[in-house]
Structure formats: C-alpha cells, structure tokens
C-alpha cells in the first residue's frame, strides 16, 4: 500500500461523501471500506500484500463508496444501462456483491497460502471458495439485522429492487466472482508471491 492508494482512496470517500442520496445508507455502505483501511493500515508492517491484492481491494473500495453516494439502486451508468437495454432493475449492486467473491477470494488465497493453512494444493481453491460463500452470508445475515433494526430506512442500504430472490442471488454472484479470480488471477498472484519472497 503506497501514497497514491491512499490518495485515491482518500478522494474518492471524500468525493462520495459530499451530499450523498441518503446520510445513512452512505455510512452503512463505506463503513466495510473504512474498516479495512484501518486492518491494511495496521497490518502494512507486520503482514503487507502484494500489489494484486492491494490494488483489488481499493477497487473493492471504491465500488462500495460509488454505491454509498447514490445507493446501490441508483447509481446513474446502471440506470442508464437498465433503460437503455430494458433490464428490470439496476444492478450496480450485483456487481458490489461479484466483487464480493472476487476480491476476498484473493485476500483469503493470500493468507492461506502465506500462513501455509493449506498443505495440499488441490484444496486451496475449495477453501477459498467456501470462505467466500460463508463470507457473501454473513454478509446476507448483517443486511438483515439492519433491516429489522432500521425498517424502512433500510431499503436503501438492501437494494433489493422488489426482487424476490436478492439475497440468493447476491450470494450466486459472490460464487461467480470468487471462481473467476481464482481462474483468471491465481497464476500472476503466485508470480507475486514468489517475487515479494512470501513464497518459495
């Protein structure tokens, strides 16, 4: 993690909460990203990542703060996709929850491999995927307890879009995202590993 990570992260959080489309959806929605900024920031000594993954979680941060500004079912491009391609819905926030397979598939693949959690090869990837998975639920569970604590106000931050089956698909494209990092990341993430010294 480098000055120009923290000047895009510190730009896009400030861009993102300069008159957001609802205060309390913003916070809900940045305070994943704000809350790992504090881990990357405690950990850049004792434990720092290789640039693959310290680029895929700003990216991850980033998303979570453009669906904090507008709410994930307001985000203009996705409008502009759902109307121009007579989609249902705007699924900025399908892609928030990708990205949330995607992204810790290689965080997780990092520590696994690093911390030698996984002796043999061949579960690595099983292991990343369940975690994942367990990941994308807790997730679910978390949307739900807000949900009951706040009520309506909680729309927002669910972004279900009256569509019946959210959650179960929030959870197929965390599944998606986690199998298409593994495939098409796993070999330049090694390439990494071994360059930073994490691995023989």
């Not at 929850?97 to 997780?108: D, R």
Request: one cysteine or more; aromatic letters at 14%; proline letters at 3%.
């Amino acid at each position: 993690m480098d000055k120009l990570w923290l000047l895009v992260f510190a730009a896009v959080l400030l861009w993102s909460a300069i008159n957001p489309a609802d205060y309390f959806t913003w916070f809900l929605e940045v305070l994943p990203a704000i809350i790992g900024l504090l881990v990357l920031l405690a950990t850049r000594k004792s434990f720092p990542l290789t640039p693959l993954v310290y680029g895929l979680i700003l990216v991850h941060c980033v998303i979570l703060m453009v669906g904090g500004h507008y709410t994930y079912a307001e985000v203009p491009l996705f409008d502009w996709i759902r109307d121009s391609f007579g989609v249902a819905r705007n699924n900025y926030d399908k892609v928030g929850h990708f990205a949330q397979g995607f992204i810790p598939a290689m965080v997780a693949r990092e520590i696994l491999i690093r911390k030698k959690v996984v002796r043999v090869r061949g579960w690595l990837a099983f292991l990343v995927v369940c975690f994942c998975l367990a990941f994308s639920a807790f997730y679910e569970l978390v949307e739900w307890v807000v949900a009951l604590a706040s009520g309506e106000s909680a729309e927002a931050f669910l972004g279900t879009q009256g569509y019946v089956w959210d959650t179960q698909s929030d959870m197929g494209f965390a599944l998606a995202g986690a199998v298409s990092a593994l495939l098409l990341l796993s070999r330049l993430h090694d390439r990494q590993l071994r360059n930073a010294g994490f691995t023989s």
